[in-house]
């Protein structure tokens, strides 16, 4: 079966950084595109990053370009979404899914508060 | 960057009623390359539908997906009371990936 556990939120102050991590299982990590979505409260979906099978290719959103960087450790089947600078917009849960384009399989989600 | 308007926002109907669900791109989407997914409060999006019309793993054949270019669909054929939750698009033919805004189904 195919799972995808996210930890790492909470809350933390503008300026502030924090860490996600996504352990999977079920599957081969390095065979597979992974990505990280979010969604405000109340709010609809949004993609944030994506990083190819091999690692070697990230992608991200306008708004997190310099801000966010996401990397993937296959050795521990775990896929990783590092924070900083963290703005109130930045506020919401974020999903890590196996990702072929499109979420094939979504973890239950980690939710980032960011205020003061 | 392709944006997605989804219509209406807000479909009231009974179970056992027909729901179509409308997804329309700010252009062509590439190889119609269209994902549609299912989302309950406090769960996490379930795919219903890639390649606009292919059902994922153990979908239902009550859910279908069509369309091509700008202009895609989702149709349940009859409502199960499971299926009352909100329906997003996101197309995966460009870059970035967008997501529609969302189509709320609910029990009238």
């Known amino acids: 079966e195919v799972q995808l556990v996210e930890s790492g939120g909470g809350l933390v102050q503008p300026g502030g950084s924090l860490r996600l991590s996504c352990a999977v299982s079920?599957?081969?990590?390095?065979?597979?595109?992974m990505a990280w979505v979010r969604q405000a409260p109340g709010k609809g979906l949004h993609w944030v990053s994506g990083i190819s099978a091999s690692g070697d290719t990230t992608f991200y959103v306008d708004a997190v370009k310099g801000r966010f960087t996401i990397s993937r450790d296959n050795s521990k089947n775990t896929l990783y979404l590092q924070m900083n600078s963290l703005t109130v917009a930045d506020t919401a849960v974020y999903y890590c899914a196996k990702w072929n384009g499109y979420g094939e399989n979504w973890g239950q989600g980690t939710l980032v508060t960011v205020s003061s | 960057e392709i944006v997605l308007t989804q219509s209406p926002g807000t479909l009231s109907l009974s179970p056992g009623e027909r729901a179509t669900l409308s997804c329309r791109a700010s252009?062509?989407?590439?190889?119609?390359?269209v994902a549609w997914y299912q989302q309950k409060p406090g769960q996490s999006p379930r795919p219903l539908i890639y390649g606009a019309s292919s059902r994922a793993t153990g979908i239902p054949d009550r859910f279908s997906g069509s369309g091509s270019g700008t202009d895609f669909t989702l149709t349940i054929s009859s409502l199960e009371p499971e299926d009352f939750a909100v329906y997003y698009c996101q197309q995966y033919g460009d870059s970035p990936r967008t997501f529609g805004q969302g189509t709320k189904v609910e029990i009238k």
């Open positions: 252009q062509s989407v590439s190889n119609n390359y």
């Open positions: 079920g599957f081969t990590l390095s065979h597979y595109g």
